[in-house]
């Protein structure tokens, strides 16, 4: 008999998810998956990601990994949120509307606040608008309707802190200016990242599959456009990949002239324990992904408790110092640095687990 592929249920068992919800309806031709990895510290909070999946199963493998990280995200930048996130079933491009987007929101409605959607990739701002006229728990909608507004700069702004961080661990200044930064992907966080980097005086060089937009941020910013096959074949200080993830696998860490890696898209390792541990024999510092691109993160649990901007930026600094720790723990017990984020981030929801049980 052939080999049966695992069961949701064992799947959510096997990844320690606390439940996964399925969104259909007919009439707005919404299909989504909800998931809902943790909640010890708080609601789970993550971004709705609409794309178009091969098949139902690469759906769910792809929400059941990206909710996990959000609670080890949430976690290890000390914020009183657990881990979730939505995706849509569907091309952003010809397949969303209105209806859709509300229809979603009913659906996170239904869960009472258990999970709290956000913008993510294949999802805006007028997403959000859409579902926030269906229920109250959805974050980073425009400032004109009281929320926080885009959270990209902040996403950017946490990675340029981690970029920062991983400079002083290896040449023990965080000093960007005269360092060469490859910048992979000119979406909102990448570009805003170019913008920082270039106040620094770093040399930046870009990449994207839209070559009238490299060519216009290349431009507006004065980076140096470069074919995405080059890449890995350039010798850089950094490598910051910020579209989509599993950019570093067999193949590409064979080829790597870096000495860091930090960037904003999720899931970088294409096998994390694989991967992490090629990088740290390697020596290439590998600022964890869901550390690091936490600013966003931030941005929403400061709408969504009611913090102001001054507070919001100050948590985004603090993935400097948070950054610091997991490069810290790494080279001490010579680990994988994701490996050591993991740690320090299972570690603060055990200790907060059993405060909860005391009472």
């Not at 805006?124 to 109250?136: G, K, L, N, S, V």
């Not at 991983?166 to 992907?185: I, N, P, R």
């Not at 064979?254 to 990088?279: C, P, T, Y």
């Not at 929403?300 to 810290?328: M, N, P, W």
Request: hydrophobic fraction near 35%.
């Amino acid at each position: 008999m052939p080999e049966q592929s695992p069961s949701v249920l064992d799947q959510l068992s096997a990844s320690g998810h606390k439940k996964v919800v399925f969104c259909n309806d007919s009439d707005s031709g919404l299909k989504a998956i909800i998931a809902i990895h943790d909640t010890t510290l708080g609601p789970a909070l993550g971004g709705t990601r609409m794309y178009n999946y091969s098949s139902e199963a690469e759906a769910l493998e792809d929400v059941l990994r990206l909710s996990k990280r959000m609670t080890y995200k949430s976690a290890i930048t000390g914020l009183n949120l657990g881990g979730g996130k939505g995706v849509i079933i569907g091309d952003s491009r010809k397949d969303k509307s209105e209806a859709l987007m509300r229809s979603y929101g009913r659906f996170i409605k239904n869960l009472n606040g258990e999970y709290i959607t956000a913008e993510e990739l294949g999802t805006t701002a007028r997403d959000m608008e859409y579902i926030r006229m269906e229920t109250q728990y959805v974050t980073g909608v425009p400032e004109s309707l009281g929320g926080a507004g885009d959270p990209a700069p902040f996403s950017a702004q946490g990675v340029y802190y981690g970029i920062k961080a991983s400079l002083k661990e290896v040449y023990g200044s965080d000093m960007l200016a005269g360092k060469t930064v490859v910048v992979q992907g000119l979406g909102k966080v990448g570009e805003h990242l170019v913008s920082l980097l270039r106040k620094e005086n770093a040399v930046v060089l870009i990449s994207d599959i839209n070559k009238d937009l490299t060519m216009h941020v290349a431009s507006k910013y004065k980076a140096k456009p470069i074919d995405a096959d080059k890449i890995f074949g350039i010798e850089a200080d950094v490598y910051a990949p910020c579209a989509l993830g599993a950019t570093i696998n067999d193949k590409t860490i064979d080829k790597m002239k870096f000495a860091v890696i930090a960037g904003s898209a999720n899931n970088q390792l294409a096998d994390d324990e694989k991967h992490g541990r090629a990088l740290l024999e390697k020596g290439v510092v590998f600022a964890p992904d869901y550390l690091i691109n936490a600013g966003g993160l931030i941005s929403c649990y400061s709408e969504l408790t009611g913090l102001g901007k001054k507070r919001t930026i100050q948590l985004t600094e603090h993935i400097f110092d948070a950054t610091r720790d997991v490069l810290r723990m790494s080279k001490k017990e010579n680990i994988p640095t994701l490996e050591a984020a993991n740690r320090i981030a299972e570690q603060r929801i055990a200790s907060i687990k059993k405060i909860k049980s005391s009472y």
